[in-house]
């Protein structure tokens, strides 16, 4: 093992070390996954025992896993999708250069070589990243997976006018000034035209940045860095059916109603140290009706909901008062914040105090116990979650750790953006989120309470990128406030915080920027704070991007998440996987076989 792969895995390796010891410290925050005590009900052995530990571990194949789902993932083209459960399932059809670990908790975070045959040589002034592929690596068809296939797929990220949706953090670090548009657009003879990805063989992919960043790797874990063969892409229409280069392949899709996968029986184990491959089929069935979802989990015809946000209030009634059930359930701190975005170009909130008023007049209590109260997680206070690196729990600007609405407070809000009567809004939510919804309801009646008068505009949640991502929409449609949550895209403050609010990612489609924000002093903090190899010292950065963000008054933190989740007890390999903030769904298998 060379210096240079050495100081690649040290990288990684002190970076989870000292987030670990950040989140575990004095502050009393936990890392993703960590322990989270009940707040009430019957004892049970089996309950939470995914967080630190594999439940039923076992190397039996066959049966058919049935997942399942309340709403459609984004989209299933891997340049695309950006829903948490979407990455966590692209797994099952795609290979990256580098995957999380499958271990339980903290350890999970650890970026281990997938497709690459080894940690990738990094030059001294940390600008080249040199890989070698693993013999044996294949597509459905039996081709060979090669590194242009790979360098192919990261070009399509670049594609945002026909392919937005996704991240775009590839695009922002390997772009030399070159403006490449895309293969579509590209009048490279082979269409591999992106100058800054060379592959001088078909076993080498060499990536050269135009400026060191520390978190480049965590950047190839994602599904966007995954092999597509030119000849079987499909532009906009891959998103219907990806080709696989992975243990499973595509046998059928209903958009949202059903996704079928099978084996993919061109994928060879000896290739591949992460997937287990143990099911004959997984099934991914998709409803709209949540409560119909949990019953059909209780009653055992279904395996997993993988959106894994938590069962409804009917369900976590049942679970928490019968030990059996509860003996299969686990309730996660998930590594995501719920908030509410405020549009501060949709008038009156291109005024501060009009924000503020917002703020202030947020019901921090009501609109938590809307989701579910202690069982959805406990109050925020900032926009970064415990589970990052430079969080603090205890930074408040805003006094919502209180626990109760500020009605004087908004209204002298009101006042001072020239609104003293209050003002009319519209709130964006995602029909097939039931908490959500009740979440908007609740905050519709504290904004009410000081004359702000918000009706709500709920939506197909698989079309956010569409409807609340494309700012032009909602300029139109007066989208003032939208509720959301996020994840982590990588477990640190730029992975966290970047889409949200740095101005040079404002996208027309896919956009995450809901308040397109565009300020200078955020985005130095993360240029900073992405060029610093020392974590403790990026963290530094991203707490004042944090900071800044909450000065500006652009977002309604109402919840640090948890989530009781249901789990089938004929599952196996059952364990939470930090980087994805739920069970890892490449490692389950069914104990029955059927």
């Known amino acids: 093992m060379s210096k240079s792969r050495k100081l690649a895995a040290v990288a990684v390796g002190a970076f989870l070390s000292v987030a670990v010891a950040a989140c575990g410290g004095s502050a009393g925050t936990k890392p993703a996954g960590g322990n989270s005590a009940a707040p009430g009900g ?23 896993l049935n997942l399942w789902a309340s709403q459609d ?59 070698k592929l693993r013999d044996g690596l294949t597509f459905e068809d039996g081709t060979p997976v090669t590194s242009k296939d790979f360098k192919y797929g990261i070009e399509r ?8 949706g996704g991240p775009v953090y590839l695009k922002d670090q390997l772009d030399q000034g070159q403006n490449y548009p895309g293969p579509y657009k590209d009048k490279d003879k082979d269409k591999l035209g992106l100058k800054s990805v060379e592959t001088p063989d078909d076993k080498t992919i060499i990536f050269k940045l135009k400026k060191p960043f520390a978190d480049f790797m965590y950047l190839l ?6 092999p597509v063969p030119q000849a079987k892409d499909t532009g906009a229409k891959y998103t219907l059916r990806p080709f696989s280069s992975g243990p499973y392949k595509f046998e059928s ?60 209030q009917a369900a976590r009634a049942k679970i928490l008062q019968d030990p059996k059930l509860k003996g299969n359930a686990d309730l996660p701190t998930t590594g995501f914040l719920r908030y509410v975005a405020i549009a501060q170009k949709v008038p009156p909130f291109d005024n501060i105090d009009c924000r503020k008023a917002v703020i202030y007049a947020a019901d921090p209590t009501a609109m938590l116990n809307a989701r579910g109260g202690p069982y959805a997680g406990s109050i925020g206070g900032n926009m970064l979650p415990s589970t990052v690196l430079g969080s603090d729990e205890s930074y408040d600007p805003y006094g919502r750790l209180q626990g109760k609405p500020q009605p004087d407070k908004a209204k002298e809000a009101l006042k001072a953006c020239g609104k003293p009567e209050g003002f009319e809004t519209k709130i964006a939510v995602r029909n097939n989120r039931p908490a959500e919804v009740k979440a908007a309801e609740a905050l519709q009646q504290s904004l009410a309470a000081v004359g702000i008068k918000a009706t709500l505009d709920q939506y197909d949640g698989k079309l956010s990128s569409s409807v609340v991502g494309s700012p032009d929409n909602v300029h139109s449609k007066g989208y ?13 403050g730029y992975g966290y915080l970047q889409p949200l609010v740095d101005g040079r990612v404002i996208l027309p489609n896919g956009n995450n920027n809901y308040s397109e924000v565009n300020d200078p002093q955020i985005n130095e903090a993360f240029d900073k704070g992405s060029a610093e190899t020392d974590p403790v010292k990026a963290a530094e950065y991203y707490k004042q991007a944090n900071q ?16 009781l989740n249901y789990r089938n007890p004929r599952l196996t390999n059952v364990y939470f996987a930090s980087a994805w903030g739920m069970v890892d769904f490449q490692a389950l298998g069914v104990s029955d076989g059927k």
Request: proline content about 8%; overall charge negative; cysteine-free.
């Open 42 to 64: 019957v004892e049970a052995a089996g309950y939470n025992k995914i967080l630190d530990s594999v439940v039923n571990p076992s190397d039996k194949k066959g049966g058919t």
């Open 73 to 131: 993932a984004d989209f299933w083209d891997p340049a695309r999708g950006y829903y948490a459960f979407f990455w966590n399932m692209s797994r099952y059809f795609t290979r990256n250069l580098v995957t999380y670990d499958t271990k339980p908790g903290p350890d999970g975070l650890k970026l281990v070589p997938d497709a690459a045959a080894e940690l990738p040589e990094i030059s001294e002034d940390k600008l080249t990243y040199t890989f």
């Open 157 to 164: 990220v670049f594609a945002q006018d026909v392919l937005p």
């Open 221 to 226: 874990a994602m599904p966007g860095a995954t």
């Open 253 to 312: 899709y209903e958009p949202g109603k059903k996704l079928v996968l099978v084996r993919n029986d061109q994928w060879k184990q000896e290739s591949d140290p992460i997937r287990k491959a143990l099911p004959d089929k997984v099934e991914l069935n998709i409803t709209t009706n949540a409560d119909d979802l949990d019953a059909r989990l209780l009653a055992g015809t279904a395996d997993l909901d993988v959106g894994q946000s938590g069962v409804q």
């Open 480 to 492: 003032g406030l939208i509720v959301h949550a996020w994840g982590p895209d990588w477990p640190g």
């Open 548 to 563: 800044r963000v909450m000065d500006l008054a652009l977002y309604v933190p109402y919840a640090l998440d948890k989530a």
